[in-house]
């Protein structure tokens, strides 16, 4: 059974229309839910941190918030620019200390 | 802006072939990762390192891998007798003072087992 599962596995979204991604864990002791985006053939690259329930972070065009089961990635009136793939990552307390676990991503496309 | 940074971006080896792939994290970072992801499937972790020595290693990290921080800057992972398998891209992370922030991840390296 997957820890972290992310919906939908793809998505495709005109310009300017606002949508959400799904995160869900079913992890205990979660240490953190972090986001990340990834584009072809590069490494993650960090967008946001989240730490407890009830938490919520922006930037951009993106806001990330958590519920005590799942987070969600709302993506407001995207541009092109924004397809990637995004990861959802989950550090707990049963795992080790450090290290994360990822989710299989949604593939974002937008377009013009 | 201070980045993880990964050489080589492309490794082609022949099967039973040791690789070496080279990492120089964030300079003032203290926790050390390496992840990979097969095509197509999610990032793996595969090793974390602290104060010179290995924190957690996951079942895949068998006796044919090894983790190394030779000098104050390099962190690397080597892999003894390739696999065919064992083609993905490693990617490389590191964390600040507490291994409880986010891990920057650096570009990667393509390896590919023939």
């Known amino acids: 059974e997957d820890q972290v599962t992310q919906s939908p596995e793809a998505l495709r979204l005109q310009e300017g229309e606002s949508s959400s991604l799904n995160c869900s864990y079913t992890?205990?002791?979660?240490?953190?839910l972090f986001w990340y985006r990834q584009d072809p053939g590069k490494g993650p690259e960090f967008l946001f941190t989240?730490?407890?329930a009830g938490e919520e972070k922006e930037k951009e065009r993106l806001k990330a918030t958590l519920t005590k089961k799942e987070s969600f990635l709302h993506i407001t009136a995207p541009k092109p620019e924004d397809s990637a793939t995004y990861l959802c990552?989950?550090?707990?307390?049963?795992?080790?200390?450090?290290?994360?676990?990822f989710g299989k991503g949604t593939l974002l496309t937008v377009n013009p | 802006e201070p980045e993880v940074t990964q050489t080589p971006s492309h490794q082609v080896t022949q099967m039973g072939q040791e690789v070496i792939l080279r990492c120089v994290p964030i300079?003032?970072?203290?926790?050390f990762y390496w992840y990979r992801q097969i095509l197509g499937q999610k990032v793996e972790f595969l090793v974390s390192?602290?104060?010179?020595?290995?924190?957690?290693k996951s079942e895949i990290f068998d006796d044919q891998f090894s983790v190394e921080r030779p000098d104050g800057s390099n962190f690397t992972l080597k892999i003894r007798s390739t696999k065919l398998e064992d083609s993905a891209m490693y990617f490389c992370?590191?964390?600040?003072?507490?291994?409880?922030?986010?891990?920057?991840f650096g570009p990667g390296t393509r390896l590919t087992v023939t």
């Open positions: 992370a590191s964390t600040g003072t507490s291994g409880d922030y986010e891990q920057y």
């Open positions: 992890v205990s002791g979660l240490r953190g």
């Open positions: 989240l730490y407890s």
């Open positions: 990552a989950v550090r707990y307390s049963g795992g080790s200390n450090y290290k994360l676990t």
């Open positions: 300079s003032n970072h203290l926790y």
């Open positions: 390192f602290y104060n010179n020595e290995i924190s957690e």
